[in-house]
Nanobody, 125 residues
């Protein structure tokens, strides 16, 4: 069973930075696409960024392009989300997710089969 554990969330002022980490454990290889999603109170879970199993392809929501960077270290089975120039509207619970596919990076939560417990990111104005 694959388990995902996020870390790195917290409280930061607008314009600041945070780096989220997602460590995979259990019976898993690194040959899966990974994604970061977020969910703010009263809103649906939305795609933030995704990365292919090799790390050669990435995808971003328009709202975070140029500010967020997703990366992965397969030797550590860890995926990262570097978040710069944070805005109050980035406040949400951030989840990492694993998709049992090596194909196109999906932006739909339904394409991801394993989820972490989430980490809170709060950006103050």
């Amino acid at each position: 069973q694959v388990q995902l554990v996020e870390s790195g969330g917290g409280l930061v002022q607008a314009g600041g930075s945070l780096r989220l980490s997602c460590a995979a454990s259990g019976r898993t290889s690194s040959s899966y696409n990974m994604g970061w999603f977020r969910q703010a109170p009263g809103k649906e879970r939305e795609f933030v960024a995704g990365i292919s199993w090799s790390g050669s392809r990435t995808s971003y929501a328009d709202s975070v392009k140029g500010r967020f960077t997703i990366s992965r270290d397969n030797t550590k089975k860890t995926v990262y989300l570097q978040m710069n120039s944070l805005k109050p509207e980035d406040t949400a619970v951030y989840y990492c997710a694993l998709s049992f596919t090596q194909g196109i990076i999906s932006t739909s939560p339904r394409s991801y089969e394993r989820w972490g417990q989430g980490t809170q990111v709060t950006v103050s104005s």
